[in-house]
């Protein structure tokens, strides 16, 4: 089995900053990209940004410039460096990885159970 946790939202107010993280861990051989989503209530979820084993990334529109996303291979962790929050950023931020467990030929996709990020005054 592999396991996705996240850590590090909480309630911040506009202009400040947070890093989240994610850690993989269980039965991995490999793990292809890690992405961050979110989900605000009544909107459907939305890719933030990803990241390939290679470190190429991706941002949305809505984040370039403000957050920074990266990964630690040897540790199979994540990173989303969020700088210069804004009210819409506040959703619930789901960590994902494309992941081959050991012992299958395959590539699936793995979620955490998600970490609350709250910006208000």
């Known amino acids: 089995q592999v396991q996705l946790v996240e850590s590090g939202g909480g309630l911040v107010q506009p202009g400040g900053s947070l890093r989240l993280s994610c850690a993989a861990s269980?039965?991995?051989?490999?793990?292809?990209?890690m992405a961050w989503y979110r989900q605000a209530p009544g909107n459907e979820r939305e890719l933030v940004a990803g990241?390939?084993?290679?470190?190429?990334?991706t941002y949305v529109d809505s984040v370039k410039g403000r957050f920074t996303i990266s990964r630690d291979n040897a540790k199979n962790t994540m990173y989303l460096q969020m700088n210069s929050l804004k009210p819409e950023d506040t959703a619930v931020y789901y960590c994902?990885?494309?992941?081959?467990?050991?012992?299958?030929?395959?590539?699936?996709?793995?979620w955490g159970q998600g970490t609350q990020v709250t910006v208000s005054s």
């Open positions: 994902n990885a494309v992941v081959r467990p050991v012992g299958s030929q395959n590539f699936r996709a793995y």
């Open positions: 990241v390939t084993s290679g470190a190429s990334a």
């Open positions: 269980g039965s991995i051989f490999s793990i292809y990209t």
